[in-house]
């Protein structure tokens, strides 16, 4: 499969998009005739008599579009890209899956969508009208369409993601979610809970930390614990691009849909925690990975260049230092400006030599040198092939566990690794040190009434005359 670039060089906010190998398989194709599928192990533990599981797929961009193809690949579908070649993994996990549900708050996305999976996975997809909702409680009803031990796709934007999981652990389903998880400490707490309500009823859970399912990466972490490159003493990471610039608000259009419109989610603090979360979170729980830990502490600088006409709420750099108990630094930054040097790696820094974790677009680009020296010219080590992208094995991992009864619950871990990017956010947005403890007792929330929102609701922030947002001033502005 190609690879595919996860990067807009596009100065409006209108034109964002955010691909990857796995909405790569939701962009066009068609769906080849079912492989054959292995015969049921453990009938009883998952939904029907025939060993269907059904999806319901909430939230209809690229991303949930992308996840329902790796479900079909996992579930023994072949399936193929524009150019005919098959998509990489898919182990036929016992059984076949069926999408019969989706959810949107937008009518021409789901029919949009609906055509394209419909063209992409053939029989996989079974959502007739009646079947796609619309609206700010479309969630209720995809996932009542579900039976326990279906999946309910969690995709939609960071702010609605516990609101979600918790209904979908009310009705005892499975449940894949994307990142981000949650954009303020009060919605990740909030995440925590419903994760142990869903432990305590053996629901399996799937997180899109995708990362942490990469081979190549795992046997990079396994030479890091067998001490190859000495001890971690920094890490350092860089997402650093064009940009992502929201012109204003022109005040004749609804401004909550607006807000939650594609590509404008990502400007808002409260509808998905903004740009540098959403950028930045992989490589941030790369770095906890590393350690094995979560920071104690963390602190950092950002701000706008001068002359920057972006009306959003986000900065265009954020520069973070974590501290972990120690000692050790993981260093991250963000940059998001035009015409300025671009870069997307991970690297690691031991007592014995350097490493390359991750590479442009989180390619699996784990590289141990013969000492500091970064260069493709003085790599001791690298890792065999993947074999399985990722963001097929997270899928392959999950429905095995269903069709299997194997303890597979991913909330916490992600739950905090999210909480860990919004303490370096904060740090930089109210400008101090802010501590894991803090984190952990924090409440706070960018806009409490999630649950209620409707079409004519008003938007939780409001724009001013000139159609701008507030941005984070620092010594004044308040997110823990």
């Given at each position: 499969?190609?690879?595919?670039?996860?990067?807009?060089g596009?100065?409006?906010?209108?034109?964002?998009?955010?691909?990857?190998?796995?909405?790569?398989?939701a962009?066009?194709?068609?769906?080849?005739?079912?492989?054959?599928?292995?015969?049921?192990?453990?009938?009883?533990?998952?939904?029907?008599?025939?060993?269907?599981?059904?999806?319901?797929?909430?939230?209809?961009?690229?991303r949930?579009?992308g996840?329902?193809?790796?479900?079909?690949?996992?579930?023994?579908?072949?399936?193929?890209?524009?150019?005919?070649?098959?998509?990489?993994?898919?182990?036929?996990?016992g059984?076949p899956?069926?999408?019969?549900?989706?959810?949107?708050?937008?009518?021409?996305?789901l029919?949009e969508?609906?055509a394209v999976?419909?063209?992409?996975?053939?029989?996989?997809?079974?959502?007739?009208?009646?079947?796609?909702f619309?609206?700010?409680?479309?969630?209720?009803?995809?996932?009542?369409?579900?039976?326990?031990?279906?999946?309910?796709?969690?995709?939609?934007?960071?702010?609605?993601?516990?609101v979600?999981?918790?209904?979908?652990?009310?009705?005892?389903?499975?449940?894949f979610?994307?990142?981000d998880?949650?954009a303020?400490?009060?919605?990740?707490?909030?995440?925590?809970?419903?994760?142990?309500?869903?432990?305590?009823?053996?629901?399996?859970?799937?997180?899109?930390l995708?990362?942490?399912?990469?081979?190549?990466?795992q046997?990079m972490?396994?030479?890091?614990?067998?001490?190859a490159?000495?001890d971690?003493?920094?890490?350092?990471?860089?997402?650093?691009?064009?940009?992502?610039f929201?012109?204003?608000?022109?005040?004749?259009?609804?401004?909550?849909?607006?807000?939650?419109?594609?590509?404008h989610?990502?400007?808002?603090?409260w509808?998905?925690?903004?740009?540098?979360?959403?950028?930045?979170?992989?490589?941030?729980?790369?770095?906890?990975?590393?350690?094995?830990?979560?920071?104690?502490?963390?602190?950092?600088?950002?701000?706008?260049?001068?002359?920057?006409?972006?009306?959003?709420?986000?900065?265009?750099?954020?520069?973070?230092?974590?501290?972990?108990?120690?000692g050790?630094?993981?260093?991250?930054?963000?940059?998001?400006?035009?015409?300025?040097?671009?870069?997307?790696?991970?690297?690691?820094?031991?007592?014995?030599?350097?490493?390359?974790?991750s590479?442009?677009?989180?390619a699996?680009?784990?590289?141990?040198?013969?000492?500091?020296?970064?260069?493709?010219?003085?790599?001791?080590?690298?890792?065999?092939?993947?074999?399985?992208?990722?963001?097929?094995?997270?899928?392959?991992i999950?429905?095995?566990?269903?069709?299997?009864?194997?303890?597979?619950n991913?909330?916490?871990?992600?739950?905090?690794?999210?909480?860990?990017?919004?303490?370096?956010?904060?740090?930089?947005?109210?400008g101090?040190?802010?501590?894991?403890?803090?984190?952990?007792?924090?409440?706070?929330?960018?806009?409490?009434?999630?649950?209620?929102?409707?079409d004519?609701?008003?938007?939780?922030?409001?724009?001013?005359?000139?159609?701008?947002?507030?941005?984070?001033k620092p010594?004044?502005?308040?997110?823990?």
């Amino acid at each position: 499969m190609s690879h595919c670039v996860h990067r807009n060089g596009s100065s409006s906010s209108q034109n964002m998009t955010h691909t990857s190998r796995r909405e790569f398989l939701a962009a066009g194709g068609k769906a080849l005739a079912a492989s054959a599928v292995l015969p049921s192990i453990l009938p009883g533990l998952y939904a029907a008599e025939d060993n269907t599981i059904q999806l319901a797929l909430i939230g209809c961009g690229g991303r949930g579009t992308g996840a329902v193809a790796n479900a079909m690949s996992a579930g023994g579908l072949v399936v193929e890209d524009k150019s005919g070649r098959q998509a990489e993994g898919g182990k036929g996990i016992g059984g076949p899956v069926k999408l019969v549900a989706m959810a949107d708050l937008r009518q021409d996305r789901l029919d949009e969508k609906h055509a394209v999976l419909q063209d992409l996975l053939g029989d996989g997809v079974d959502v007739p009208k009646e079947r796609r909702f619309r609206g700010f409680d479309a969630y209720k009803h995809a996932i009542d369409c579900l039976r326990p031990g279906d999946v309910a796709l969690l995709t939609t934007h960071a702010a609605f993601r516990a609101v979600h999981l918790e209904y979908a652990v009310e009705k005892g389903v499975n449940v894949f979610m994307e990142k981000d998880f949650g954009a303020d400490p009060g919605s990740i707490h909030r995440l925590i809970k419903a994760g142990e309500a869903a432990e305590k009823k053996n629901l399996k859970v799937a997180c899109g930390l995708m990362c942490r399912h990469s081979s190549a990466r795992q046997a990079m972490i396994q030479k890091i614990r067998e001490g190859a490159i000495g001890d971690v003493m920094m890490i350092r990471a860089y997402r650093m691009d064009p940009g992502y610039f929201m012109p204003p608000f022109a005040k004749n259009e609804n401004e909550l849909l607006w807000q939650l419109s594609p590509g404008h989610p990502y400007q808002f603090l409260w509808s998905s925690g903004g740009i540098f979360i959403e950028l930045m979170i992989h490589q941030i729980d790369e770095c906890f990975w590393i350690k094995d830990s979560f920071p104690v502490s963390a602190h950092g600088v950002g701000g706008r260049f001068a002359g920057s006409t972006d009306a959003s709420q986000n900065l265009d750099s954020y520069s973070i230092e974590y501290t972990f108990a120690d000692g050790t630094k993981a260093l991250v930054t963000g940059r998001y400006i035009p015409k300025c040097f671009s870069d997307f790696a991970s690297f690691v820094h031991g007592t014995k030599c350097a490493a390359k974790f991750s590479g442009d677009t989180h390619a699996p680009d784990c590289w141990i040198y013969k000492d500091q020296h970064i260069d493709r010219a003085n790599v001791a080590w690298r890792p065999e092939k993947e074999m399985v992208n990722p963001w097929q094995a997270e899928w392959d991992i999950l429905l095995n566990a269903i069709r299997n009864d194997k303890p597979h619950n991913e909330v916490r871990r992600a739950a905090l690794s999210n909480l860990g990017a919004i303490m370096g956010r904060a740090a930089v947005h109210m400008g101090r040190v802010i501590t894991w403890d803090e984190m952990m007792a924090s409440k706070f929330q960018f806009f409490a009434g999630v649950d209620s929102l409707t079409d004519s609701s008003p938007a939780p922030v409001q724009a001013d005359a000139q159609g701008r947002y507030p941005a984070p001033k620092p010594g004044e502005w308040v997110e823990v």
